[in-house]
């Protein structure tokens, strides 16, 4: 954990999910020390396949719906102006 609360990221707390699980591993002593490794390197390769997971369901999402963004904002914007009349100078 970080000392100084104020100066850490949030990279910082991000880190200590898979630290917590090794210290708990390491307390118990019918563990080998190799496994008390294992919740570190699981957290390592199931981060970046989730990160990876949630980006590629959005895609799938859009590209199944046919989705445009950009007609999206634009009806998105005619539909906030309506009914707004313009300021005048």
Known sequence: ?????WACSRR?????????????????????????TLPALAYAVS???GVVGII??????RGLFRIDAEQEAAV????QRQGIEPLSG
């Open 1 to 5: 954990m970080c000392s100084r609360p």
């Open 12 to 36: 910082d707390d991000e880190h200590a999910v898979p630290r917590a699980a090794q210290q708990a591993l390491q307390a118990l002593s019918n563990v080998p020390v190799n496994l008390a």
């Open 76 to 79: 998105f914007r005619a539909a």
């Open 47 to 49: 981060y970046p396949i």
């Open 56 to 61: 590629a369901t959005l895609l799938l999402i």
